[in-house]
């Protein structure tokens, strides 16, 4: 069975950091991209960004509004894809979900299995 | 950015209904749409990829169509768990966009 356990959200003052992780476990890790989605209370779905494989580079994308604050990045050893949250704002509260992101060829993905997700808020 | 608008935001049905939900992409995604139903409190759940795959496990009664800009989601006999939110998503080219959400409501 397929599972994704994301852990690390909390509360967290406006410019400060955090770090979530998403442990997995019923597939190879290493074989796939991991994801990250995040919702704001009461509102629709955001993409945060994902790391690729290995097998097709280990490279990320990001969205705009988290780039240069968020990194992605992932250990195949313990089947676990983190997320760096860096100079954090308000903005940034909401359930953040990690995703196995499946591909056709290493250039189109889409996110066919979901953690829980963990609660993240800014707030002084 | 692709822009992805879904309508109607939000939609009133009946157990037995058939209902179809419409995104649109800003410009052309060819097939690379996907579909996701969420229930409240609960992560998302993918329902279809690649504008009409249906992912393992989903009842026949979900389908999805479309190509270039225009797709649906259609729900053929409306079941008393299918009341819930519907997003789409377009995975042509980044930053990946969600279109934003169809809430079904039992009329």
């Known amino acids: 069975e397929v599972q994704l356990v994301e852990s690390g959200g909390g509360l967290v003052q406006p410019g400060r950091s955090l770090r979530l992780s998403c442990t997995v476990s019923?597939?190879?890790?290493?074989?796939?991209?991991m994801n990250w989605v995040r919702q704001a209370p009461g509102k629709g779905l955001e993409w945060v960004g994902f790391?690729?494989?290995?097998?097709?580079?280990?490279?990320?994308e990001y969205a705009a509004s988290v780039k240069g604050r968020f990194t992605i990045s992932r250990d195949d050893s313990k089947s676990t894809a983190y997320l760096q949250m860096n100079s954090l704002q308000t903005e940034d509260t909401g359930i953040y979900y990690c995703?196995?992101?499946?591909?056709?060829?290493?250039?189109?993905?889409?996110?066919?299995?979901w953690g829980q997700g963990t609660l993240v808020t800014v707030s002084s | 950015d692709i822009q992805m608008t879904q309508s109607p935001s939000t939609l009133s049905a009946s157990v037995g209904d058939r209902v179809t939900i419409t995104c649109r992409a800003s410009?052309?995604?060819?097939?690379?749409l996907a579909w996701y139903q969420q229930k409240p409190g609960k992560a998302p759940n993918l329902l279809i990829y690649k504008a009409s795959t249906l992912d393992s496990g989903v009842p026949s009664r979900f389908s999805g169509s479309g190509s270039g800009t225009e797709f649906t989601l259609t729900i053929s006999s409306l079941q008393p768990d299918d009341f819930a939110t519907y997003y789409c998503?377009?995975?042509?080219?980044?930053?990946?966009?969600f279109g934003g959400g169809t809430k079904v409501e039992i009329k």
């Open positions: 410009q052309s995604i060819s097939s690379w």
């Open positions: 995703t196995r992101a499946d591909t056709v060829s290493g250039a189109k993905y889409y996110f066919d299995y």
């Open positions: 019923g597939f190879t890790f290493g074989y796939y991209a």
């Open positions: 998503q377009q995975y042509n080219s980044y930053p990946l966009t």
């Open positions: 790391v690729r494989s290995k097998g097709y580079g280990g490279t990320t």
